[in-house]
């Protein structure tokens, strides 16, 4: 059976931005990537031409689905949940979703935010990070949401590791504490495939234009944390998101 990768996730682009290059060194090597995404964007600050609320939810959407196409993307969910407003959301509600999908797609791995909100230390990401944490955890206990599906236990969880933080009219933030990371993927040749599936979100071409053309050669390389693993061991000795990983359970 082959490998299985899911990617929790706030936002369309987060996808592409954050962990484009995790799911491109997935799919080429053979993984099936699942993106478990909690909202369609309609609250984003940069919308192009279009108008904020639901037609703008509507339209990332289809940006999410051309980005994950070329990502080589198994099959990605939008949800309905408040974009900007997870953290008012029901907390068990949110976790019941993942547990649900990790359940039915019994993923390996599963790749989300570190608690810090990634690069622009956006709520959002934080509340993902620790639903999607908690979900690892408790996927596997039979008294925690009980129901027809059996119990799974992923192997690796990861969290993504920012390069450098930047905050919309925020520079006091800019020396935030952040995520540290145990593993470096150099994407080297498929930065440019990852930076093709960001740009098929064109409602969020400020993003790249505010942060600059510097900071936007550090997404040639993304960072990872061994956040937790099946099994005791110290961070050192991870070597790979797509080795040493058990696959005797289907």
Known sequence: MPHRLLCVTAHPDD??????????????????????CFTDGQAAHFRGDVAAGENLGKVRRK???????????????????????????????????????????????????????GVNLHRDHTMISAVATAAFHWAARTELFPGDLPPWSPSKLYFSSTPFVSVRDRPDLTDSPTTPWSL??????LAERKAEAF??????????????????RNLRTERYLLAAKRGISGVSEDVSMLTDIPVDKD
């Open 199 to 216: 740009n098929r979100h064109h409602t969020q071409q400020g993003v790249l234009q505010r942060v600059g053309k510097d900071r936007i």
């Open 63 to 117: 940006e999410m689905a051309a980005a994950c196409e070329i990502l080589g993307v198994t099959q990605h969910e939008v949800l309905h949940f408040p974009d900007g407003a997870l953290y008012q959301q029901s907390f068990q509600e949110m976790v019941a979703i993942v547990v649900d999908r990790m359940r039915r797609w019994r993923p390996h791995v599963v790749l989300t935010f570190g608690a810090d909100g």
């Open 15 to 36: 996808e592409s931005g954050a962990f484009g290059g995790a799911l491109l060194l997935a799919h080429q090597a053979g993984a099936q990537t699942r993106v478990l």
């Open 184 to 189: 470096t993927l150099e994407l080297g040749e």
